[in-house]
């Protein structure tokens, strides 16, 4: 008994190192990329580096038309996607029925959600590029990006929705007030921190994505600021992927600098989302 | 058997009602009383809540569900086409067996009804502020408080404030879903008193959280038991008099 | 007190407008795929069956063969796949069930930060530090090979395959665990016998998810696999460049004349990669539909 037992706990020992290992192989090259990128990506990064065009074929100066295109696709693809993505939210949350209608809206946004990005690039390029004539254009671009984005704000929306008390909804009706007047005196404010948490998460998707621009809105090499929303820009992740794939003679530290740059911005939306969910967390009332 | 009285403030005639074809009320017929506190008592689940729902119609959020019979407020049916729900509402005010403080300070929840029917005014807000919580037995205790979170006050505060946040809408009935079942023996007595004052000014139908709550604040009182109304009669004879076998069993807490 | 209709109409436009937005999903899903198959199925009739299936993918010299790009998405889907499964299972296993608080503090930050991390950001770094590292180890010719391109998407998979795992953990009933540890059972097996068996099914649909995922990747699988367009059949294949139908069309589509064969052969990628992942998050999906109804909000 005492033997066996013992081994029980020999093998209880050995399977939760096996769990701990497993645990240690999916930590430790995050924080390898992570502490890698860093290391040797800011010694690159420097004011010139973020606030100058690029010179001498992209191998000297710096990268700002690329972070001002990103940050103006990521804005259009909000000011795109979010009046659609809170507002199917609060139809699916506080209007829908649960008819085969409504279980197929949900099934196309978990197909929205699970289409390739190269997909969206291809749909952009025929929809908003070819067949409106929009052309390469940062018009195309933030909108084909902010449909990839709708499926992540309606999800993350509807479930900060749902998550506000059903008796909130009643006590206001009961008090005279009308369905809309209910969300919108009291439902969306308490749901906000959420919903801007899930606009926050599916832009920092949007910002980092790659594919979806690279035939409907990116520049190769374009030393200066787009004019207007038609205009063609650069754009932080099309410009790594450039650098390091299609430029020979690159000197790595610029590459890396590049990938700081866009892993900062991506990384600070992040840490953004989370400490706006952990602190209304705390605060709010139920 | 008392159904029907002269002029009542709201007649309940052959309601039946189902959830997803269960049904929860069996044709029920009573009068309530103006300026009166009405009791609806009974074992669990025995229709209550949905009756009182049905007053006021919130169960219009729920799906699925089932009514004939009609509801008559001052002899007009309230699910008649075309009634205005949310001024149905204002006239039939609602408190929930659990204290429910909107978000927000204690003055905006006393005054969420009223800003909601379009009272924009500082000076009349004022007044309804003062005059509801008064009614409602916490001005007292809340002045100096009043642009503080409502979540802060005690569960007996929090149901008074409740009780005069529905109170700020003037409504000519009051329903009360069990308001004490939350509260300790001192907030109970507190809300109780509240409803002897306020029964001059409105009609009361509530639902007590047990039989001897009923016996101390109901006028009239009737027995539910499993959808049905058993018995109803004036003033407190259902509890030292009932005529029905099962209602004397209740009241006797031979079950229950 | 109140004007009614303004009321009323308010109520209705708002009805009308969030109805829109939400019907709105539908109406992109078909428009997508409505404007795939406009510019892709040209490409089923310009191009012979014999030549669309072969093995041969040279669109220069017309030929357009899809297979070794679609055996290629394969080979480095199913082997992300096989990398991903344990490990993530493993860590979900660990994050739910043994886990002490602080571990858990970091560990759950760490995989959102992963998720975070743009698929070139990853690419960039496979390219510079793990092909080199690839090919010393296992001594092939170039590092940029369908094992490299796996490796990468096997932790682009975790952050969801982990997340749907803990969820199917977390749905095993408290009384399960409680139930096998009164009957003398150490933790381990709790977990190895009674929990993991019981969150079968909710695996099964993390690794549809992280498959979905996996197939549909580009940037990351473009800069690390070499982009050899060569049937994946011989043994030594996995450390072997190759190339996935999402990377030929990302390399491509910017050189090619609208209405050509050749941009009409690449939107009919599309069309399949389309159709796949939407094969396979439906199947994922009516699995959560399920678990979600049985919970049932309302």
Redesign the interface.
């Known amino acids: 008994m005492q033997e066996i037992s013992s081994r029980?706990?020999v093998?209880?020992r050995i399977?939760?190192g096996?769990?701990?290992?497993?645990?240690l192989?999916?930590?430790l090259?995050?924080?390898l990329?992570?502490g890698?990128?860093i290391l040797k990506g800011i010694g690159a990064i420097n004011w010139e580096f973020l606030t100058t065009m690029p010179r001498d074929g992209m191998k000297a100066g710096g990268i700002f038309p690329a972070i001002v295109g990103t940050l103006l696709l990521t804005l259009g693809a909000a000011l795109a996607a979010i009046?659609?993505?809170?507002?199917?939210a609060?139809?699916?949350s506080?209007?829908?029925?649960?008819t085969w209608?409504t279980?197929?809206?949900?099934?196309?946004?978990?197909?929205?959600?699970?289409?390739?990005?190269?997909?969206?690039?291809?749909?952009g390029?025929?929809?908003f590029v070819?067949?409106l004539r929009f052309g390469t254009s940062i018009l195309a671009g933030s909108l084909t990006l902010a449909?990839m984005t709708?499926?992540i704000i309606?999800s993350t929306s509807e479930e900060a929705l749902?998550a506000v008390p059903?008796?909130?909804?009643?006590?206001?009706?009961?008090?005279?007030?009308?369905?809309?007047?209910g969300i919108r005196?009291?439902v969306l404010?308490?749901a906000l921190p959420g919903i801007i948490t899930g606009v926050i998460l599916g832009l920092?998707?949007a910002?980092?994505?790659?594919?979806p621009i690279?035939?409907t809105v990116a520049a190769f090499f374009l030393p200066r600021l787009p004019q207007s929303p038609f205009d063609q820009t650069m754009a932080l992740?099309?410009h790594?992927?450039v650098i390091?794939?299609q430029v020979p003679g690159m000197p790595?530290q610029v590459?890396y600098g590049t990938?700081l740059a866009?892993?900062a911005l991506?990384?600070s939306?992040?840490v953004v989302a989370?400490v706006i969910r952990s602190y209304f967390r705390r605060r709010?009332?139920? | 058997m008392l159904t029907e009285i002269a002029n009542p403030k709201i007649r309940i005639e052959h309601v039946s009602y189902a959830y997803d074809g269960e049904e929860v009320l069996r044709d029920v017929t009573l009068d309530v009383p103006a300026n009166a506190v009405t009791a609806f008592f009974g074992p669990a689940g025995g229709g209550k809540t949905t009756l009182l729902r049905l007053i006021n119609r919130l169960n219009d959020l729920v799906e699925g569900t089932h009514l004939t019979g009609q509801i008559l407020l001052d002899g007009q049916d309230v699910y008649a086409t075309g009634t205005n729900i949310a001024r149905l509402r204002r006239r039939v005010g609602m408190v929930f067996a659990l204290p429910l403080p909107l978000p927000g300070t204690v003055r905006e929840n006393v005054l969420y009804g009223p800003r909601l029917a379009g009272e924009r005014d500082r000076s009349r807000q004022e007044e309804i502020v003062v005059r509801s919580l008064r009614q409602a037995a916490l001005w007292d205790e809340v002045k100096d408080r009043l642009d503080g979170p409502a979540s802060a006050l005690s569960g007996g505060q929090q149901q008074r404030l409740c009780i005069a946040r529905s109170l700020a809408l003037e409504p000519e009935v009051l329903l009360l879903d069990e308001p004490t079942s939350g509260l300790d023996p001192i907030s109970t007595a507190k809300v109780e008193e509240s409803l002897l004052e306020l029964k001059q000014h409105y009609t009361i139908i509530i639902v007590p959280h047990s039989v001897q709550q009923a016996a101390r604040v109901a006028d009239h009182a009737a027995f539910f038991l499993m959808g049905a109304l058993i018995e109803y009669q004036p003033g407190k004879r259902i509890f030292t008099t009932p005529h029905d076998k099962r209602t004397e069993d209740y009241v006797t807490g031979r079950f229950g | 007190m109140s004007k009614t209709t303004p009321t009323c109409w308010t109520e209705f436009a708002v009805e009308a407008l969030v109805r829109v937005a939400g019907f709105s999903a539908i109406g992109f899903v078909l428009l997508i795929f409505l404007f795939l198959l406009r510019e892709g199925v040209p490409a089923f009739f310009e191009i012979a069956p014999g030549n669309l299936f072969g093995t041969r993918w040279y669109p220069t010299f017309d030929l357009f063969g899809t297979l070794p790009l679609i055996l290629g998405s394969a080979l480095i889907t199913v082997t992300a796949i096989v990398i991903a499964l344990p490990l993530g299972v493993a860590t979900a296993v660990f994050v739910r069930e043994v886990a002490p608080g602080w571990a858990r503090e970091i560990l759950k930050p760490m995989i959102e930060v992963l998720a975070g991390i743009p698929s070139v950001v990853l690419g960039f770094f496979g390219m510079t530090l793990i092909a080199p590292l690839v090919r010393q180890v296992f001594g092939a010719p170039t590092g940029l090979t369908a094992f490299t391109g796996a490796l990468i998407l096997a932790y682009m998979a975790l952050p969801t395959l982990i997340s749907v795992a803990e969820d199917a953990l977390d749905a095993v009933p408290r009384s399960y665990r409680d139930a096998a540890l009164a009957m003398g059972a150490t933790s381990w097996q709790t977990i190895w016998r009674v929990v993991a068996p019981a969150a079968r099914s909710g695996i099964v649909t993390a690794v549809m998810l992280g498959m979905g995922r996996a197939i549909g990747e580009t940037m990351a699988v473009m800069m690390v696999t070499g982009n050899a367009a060569r049937m994946p059949v011989s043994l030594d294949s996995l450390f072997r460049p190759v190339r996935t139908m999402t990377a030929t069309i990302a390399a491509e589509m910017g050189e090619v004349a609208a209405g050509s064969t050749h941009y009409h052969a690449l939107f009919g990628i599309g069309i399949i990669l389309f159709v796949l992942t939407f094969v396979i998050n439906l199947t994922a999906a009516s699995a959560l539909f399920q678990k979600r109804r049985r919970g049932g909000l309302r």
């Not at chain 1, 096996?18 to 645990?23: F, P, S, T």
């Not at chain 1, 059903?166 to 007047?181: D, N, P, Y």
């Open positions: 029980r706990y093998v209880q399977g939760f096996v769990l701990v290992l497993a645990a192989l999916v930590v090259p995050i924080l990329v992570v890698a990128i009046p659609f993505g809170v507002g199917g609060i139809y699916l506080e209007y829908a029925r649960d209608l279980r197929a809206i949900r099934l196309a946004i978990v197909n929205l959600a699970g289409i390739p990005s190269v997909v969206y690039g291809l749909f390029l025929g929809l070819l067949f449909i709708l499926p309606i749902r059903m008796e909130f909804r009643t006590v206001s009706a009961s008090l005279g007030g009308t369905r809309w007047q005196n009291i404010p308490q920092l998707r910002g980092g994505e790659t594919a690279l035939f992740p099309y790594l992927y390091s794939t790595l590459q990938a866009l892993l991506v990384l939306l992040n989370t709010r009332q139920w």
